[in-house]
């Protein structure tokens, strides 16, 4: 595992590189709302951003004036129920990986990025399961890691949300408020209810991910368990774990850092 100590400057973007034209698209019974944009030609590796849960795409809007700068076609979807996607009735994680593997298909990519925070990163490490030849390179960061056992449900049945957690709610909703508004808040019992019941099939299938896989965690603040992250690291054929000093959102707290982890990682 490697720390991150580098600060490299990173040069200013224009606001207006970023197309902020919304399309929508039906990917089965879920309208799903995403931005495209950047470069397009036939050799082109897109980068597809996912958000976390609560936010929407916009979260990515620095880093992806960054990546368009350098040439790179992004593509930034609002998860189901979220942003200006829809609302449903089902909000299974496994759901969230399905929409964006959906959305690649509907684009007819061959071969994508995928960058996910938190509820995203997990569903991008469901497509890199699922599809591992559509992933060329995976970042996950900061993703709560699901249970493996029911001793470790029975620990963390009557668990209340920590400080960390209520600090990033609340400066999530003073930061970006229309995000949190628009947010369907009937998944977050759905939310709850997955990440307290085990997974031990996810944890079977980490050996199936065959994209260099970048892996990034917070320090104190951050919501991802040493222990099983020493685990993901173990079974993920090629990876690598970054560390940050920041809290859960590395991405907006510590945007430097950041940027100089991920960008040389998307494009060797």
Same mark, same amino acid.
């Given at each position: ?140 960061? /900061? ?9 470790? /449900? ?40 997955? %990440? ?68 040389? %990682?998307?494009?060797?």
């Amino acid at each position: 595992m490697q720390q991150v100590t580098g600060l490299p400057a990173t040069a200013p973007v224009s606001s207006e590189i970023v197309d902020l034209t919304v399309n929508r698209v039906a990917l089965g019974d879920v309208r799903i709302a995403y931005r495209d944009s950047g470069a397009r030609t036939a050799a082109d590796v897109p980068v597809i951003l996912v958000h976390g849960m609560g936010g929407d795409g916009h979260t990515w809007d620095r880093f992806a004036r960054t990546l368009v700068q350098a040439g790179r076609r992004v593509i930034i979807p609002d998860l189901r129920g979220h942003g200006r996607s829809a609302h449903t009735d089902s909000y299974r994680f496994d759901e969230f990986g399905a929409d964006v593997a959906k959305l690649s298909d509907h684009l007819g990519l061959t071969s994508v990025d995928l960058v996910g925070h938190s509820l995203g990163g997990y569903a991008v490490s469901c497509v890199a399961q699922e599809r591992p030849e559509l992933v060329r390179r995976l970042v996950i960061e /900061e993703c709560p890691l699901p249970l493996q056992s029911g001793a470790e /449900e029975l620990r963390l049945t009557r668990r209340f949300p920590t400080v960390p957690e209520l600090w990033h709610a609340t400066s999530s909703l003073v930061r970006h408020p229309r995000a949190v508004l628009a947010f369907d808040r009937s998944m977050t019992g759905t939310a709850l209810e997955q %990440f307290r019941k085990p997974n031990p099939e996810w944890w079977d299938r980490l050996a199936d991910i065959s994209a260099p896989t970048l892996v990034l965690r917070g320090g104190p603040g951050g919501m991802v368990d040493p222990e099983k992250l020493a685990l993901m690291y173990a079974a993920i054929p090629d990876c690598t774990v970054t560390a940050f000093s920041c809290g859960h959102s590395i991405h907006r707290d510590r945007y430097r850092e950041f940027a100089a982890a991920v960008h040389p %990682f998307l494009a060797a």
